[in-house]
């Protein structure tokens, strides 16, 4: 029995040797495929990054050259060209830019030979023209360029309208070899095969060397049927596509591009070392004396394996610190508490601070306190399973301007899940985020003058007749909802034929006719007039007319009402002529006839005639004679403003020269005396007319003289505000206030007839004169007028004055 325990105990010994050998053995395997996919994960991620970062920039060259397209119109090619010519200088991994319209044909671009080629057919602008490529930047494959035959990888973004259509495609060629060397810097013995693809599966760029050619895709590999549908990185092992062999890969699919890098190992490179370990361990098995040995050596080699995967990892890290180094984004990491481990150049000039005096600090005591418990909670979300997040601030930097960043932050954990820190990369965005405001600023400004308008407005194209667009106050008139209108045609509510309508808006697209009349059908079946102000304009090559539609139905009818008041006027106007004419000859025949008998009978009976049968004949006389002085007063009143007569400039000052001169008032032996105090306006009017109205006032001014002085007359002017009010006073006997709108009716006089003669018409006649001028007449007066100043009478004239036309008569004194 003795004998047997050292036997068994050796079995034993052995058993539990070879147990813990072989556990030992299958822990070295795992930990070897760890530290492998370690290694792989680490350059995945630093390639990935470094290619989402320059497809970004690419991105936003793409976003602006987008925006100027649309600012511009497409009117100034040449500008544009130049800009898209200077971007693509900037970045090496920009080859060319073009700008493809709605048809498929480019019609911009920094390489001349591509003008006017058709790329309808090419399979990224049929899909971004059906809408699959909205609002993201699309990788195509490497493809042929259509004008030089080189192999070139697009990256491209559709161009949407304002009004949301479809304006065509801008595409940057990228540079193959620009994937290559974002590849070539994580290439070693360790790393045997690496690939970018994009998200079709189509290879952009692989190392070992590959040569392109059209049908290459990963697509049916493992990767993309397996994997990428679970999770957008990750770390597996699977035969390659290439050469069939098992390789252990990382991958990691970009969150902004439809991009994905891969890079692997193939299993045996990765199991060199363990699969040499456990030949050694084997045969350190069968002789057990060497097991001691073997396992020393074992850990021995264990331990310079950890040595090499940290300085494979360090080694890592030195070539991403190398790479992010001289990147222009800003790049820093931190731990949880926001204490800053690593930051490149761009980090500290974006601070102005020195470098060494960061480390150590906390980069959220560099941001405004108010924002501290915004970003504490952003970084506090992320998780393992969301450990990305991005969003654009704001950031304030004493002494410099205001300036709106990027930020993409990256959450890292330990492989317990731990959180281990986080990785944050900024993007100055400020010129695009203040293109965005801008544009969000004509927008408004659009709606604004549009759909807020109270004006009916509509916006329609030419070509179909379709309504694009229409406001709140068009839907109100026409009773349509606003969506209603918009899916019409302008021929659904005008009443003109198609065709018609159809000439008519040619004619305004050519700018021949920009006013037009209609008849409006609304919702409700009703006609109605309309005007409608209408001009043309292109918004992307499309040709629109805004049009501003004026219900005009009611003016219609008070013009028309007013034209059949108009004839009644003129027929008014013909009767009164008439009236007139048989006023100055019927009516005046048979006076004469009276006056002349009268007379005749009166030289008969001379000598035989009593002294009241002499004053009966002279008072019958006298009233043939006053009442013929009323008809022609009558008369002259009819004719004054016929309308028949020619308007001209009239200087006053001359026409109240002409009737003074007419009064007598101009010769130096008479009694009267006349000052015309100058200039005097020239207004727009009859001469003829004009003289009479001064002569009828001067007349006045000499007839109601007072007794106990010689008349003294003036004749002024003053500007008051779109007025010129001229005056003719005197220092007569005045006239009592209560008298004032009196005095201007027709036959109405103040005085018998013995006192003053006259019919009672001439200030009616200076009234109608003065508002056929568009003027008006009124007096000032004090009864019994004396010496001083402002007795007397005052009779002043308001006419519109004429712009530009000052008054011509200097100062004439009759004196």
């Not at 930990?31 to 320059?54: C, I, K, N, P, Y």
């Not at 830019?97 to 390489?111: E, F, K, P, Q």
């Not at 060497?290 to 995967?309: K, P, T, Y």
Request: hydrophobic content about 40%.
């Amino acid at each position: 029995m003795r004998s047997r325990h050292p036997l068994v105990l050796s079995l034993l010994v052995v058993l539990g040797i070879w147990l813990s050998v072989g556990l030992l053995v299958w822990r070295d395997r795992a930990d070897s495929l760890r530290a492998t996919g370690l290694l792989t994960e680490s350059l995945t991620r630093v390639v990935s990054e470094r290619v989402d970062g320059a497809l970004h920039g690419v991105d936003l060259v793409l976003q602006e050259v987008t925006a100027r397209h649309l600012g511009q119109g497409g009117r100034d090619r040449a500008a544009l060209t130049s800009f898209m010519r200077t971007r693509s200088v900037a970045f090496f991994e920009l080859r060319n830019l073009y700008i493809i319209d709605a048809d498929g044909i480019v019609r911009t671009s920094t390489l001349d030979s591509l003008l006017g080629v058709d790329l309808s057919r090419r399979p990224y602008f049929q899909d971004m023209k059906a809408g699959n490529g909205r609002d993201r930047m699309v990788v195509t494959g490497p493809i042929p360029s259509a004008a030089t035959g080189r192999i070139g990888v697009l990256a491209a973004r559709p161009i949407i309208g304002r009004l949301g259509t479809f304006e065509g495609v801008v595409v940057a060629v990228l540079n193959p070899g620009f994937f290559n060397e974002s590849l070539s810097g994580v290439m070693s013995p360790d790393v045997d095969r690496s690939v970018i693809a994009n998200a079709a599966g189509d290879v952009l760029a692989r190392l070992p060397e590959m040569e392109f050619d059209a049908g290459k895709s990963i697509r049916s590999g493992p990767l993309f049927t397996q994997h990428l549908p679970k999770s957008r990185s990750g770390t597996f092992i699977a035969e390659s596509t290439f050469d069939g062999k098992p390789r252990l890969a990382s991958y990691q699919a970009l969150d902004r591009y439809p991009v994905v890098v891969s890079i692997g190992v193939t299993v045996e490179a990765a199991l060199r070392r363990w699969t040499f370990s456990a030949i050694v361990v084997s045969v350190g098995g069968v002789m057990f004396t060497l097991l001691v040995l073997v396992i020393a050596v074992l850990l021995d080699r264990r331990n310079r394996a950890e040595r090499r995967a940290s300085a494979a990892l360090a080694a890592s890290e030195e070539r991403y610190r190398l790479l992010v180094e001289g990147q222009k984004d800003i790049i820093h990491r931190y731990l949880p508490d926001t204490t800053l481990v690593a930051f490149n150049k761009a980090y500290a000039a974006f601070f102005d601070t020195d470098g060494d005096a960061l480390i150590g600090k906390k980069w959220l005591d560099f941001v405004p306190k108010e924002e501290h418990a915004e970003i504490t909670e952003a970084l506090a979300s992320m998780t393992a399973k969301s450990p990305t997040r991005e969003d654009r601030r704001r950031v304030l930097r004493p002494g410099k301007p205001d300036c709106w960043i990027e930020w993409r932050t990256t959450a890292q954990f330990d492989g317990q899940g731990n959180l281990a820190g986080y990785q944050t990369i900024g993007r100055d965005v400020t010129d695009a985020f203040l293109a965005q405001q801008a544009t969000a600023e004509r927008e408004e400004l659009y709606s604004q003058i549009f759909h807020r308008n109270p004006a009916v407005k509509l916006l329609v194209d030419p070509t179909t007749g379709l309504i694009v667009d229409a406001n709140e106050s068009a839907a109100m008139f026409y009773g349509y909802p606003v969506d209603t209108l918009k899916g019409m045609r302008i021929t659904e509510i005008n009443t003109l034929s198609p065709d018609q309508v159809k000439v008519e808006m040619e004619a305004v697209a050519r700018q021949e006719r920009l006013f037009l009349r209609f008849k409006h059908r609304l919702a409700s079946g009703t006609i109605r007039d309309v005007e409608v102000y209408s001009s043309p304009f292109h918004v992307g090559g499309r040709a629109y007319l805004s049009s501003i539609v004026v219900d005009v139905t009611e003016r219609n009818r008070f013009e028309a009402e007013l034209a059949s008041k108009s004839q009644e006027l003129v027929r008014s106007n013909a009767d009164l002529e008439q009236f007139a004419y048989v006023a100055s000859h019927d009516l005046r025949q048979p006076l004469r006839m009276v006056a002349s008998y009268v007379t005749l009978l009166s030289r008969s009976l001379a000598g035989s005639l009593t002294a009241d049968q002499e004053d009966f004949i002279g008072f019958a006389v006298a009233g043939v004679k006053r009442m013929d002085a009323l008809i022609l007063g009558v008369l002259d009143y009819s004719r004054v403003g016929r309308g028949n007569e020619s308007r001209e400039m009239v200087d006053l000052g001359e026409a109240a020269t002409d009737a003074a001169a007419n009064l007598g008032l101009d010769q130096p032996d008479g009694e009267a005396r006349i000052e015309i105090h100058g200039p005097l306006p020239a207004i727009m009017g009859v001469k003829v007319e004009l003289v009479r109205l001064f002569q009828n006032l001067l007349g006045n001014a000499v007839k109601y003289r007072h007794p106990d002085r010689p008349p003294r007359l003036s004749v002024g002017c003053r500007r008051d505000g779109g007025d010129w009010v001229v005056w003719v006073q005197d220092n007569g006997i005045g006239i009592d206030p209560q008298y004032f709108d009196r005095i201007f009716m027709m036959f109405q006089r103040l005085h018998g007839e013995t006192e003053y003669e006259g019919t009672g018409i001439g200030l009616s006649i200076c009234q109608k004169i003065v508002r056929t001028h568009g003027g008006r007449l009124w007096v000032e007066s004090v009864e019994g007028g004396g010496e001083g100043g402002g007795e007397g009478s005052r009779f002043l004239m308001a006419f519109p004055a004429v712009d530009g036309v000052p008054g011509l008569r200097e100062l004439v004194d009759f004196s």
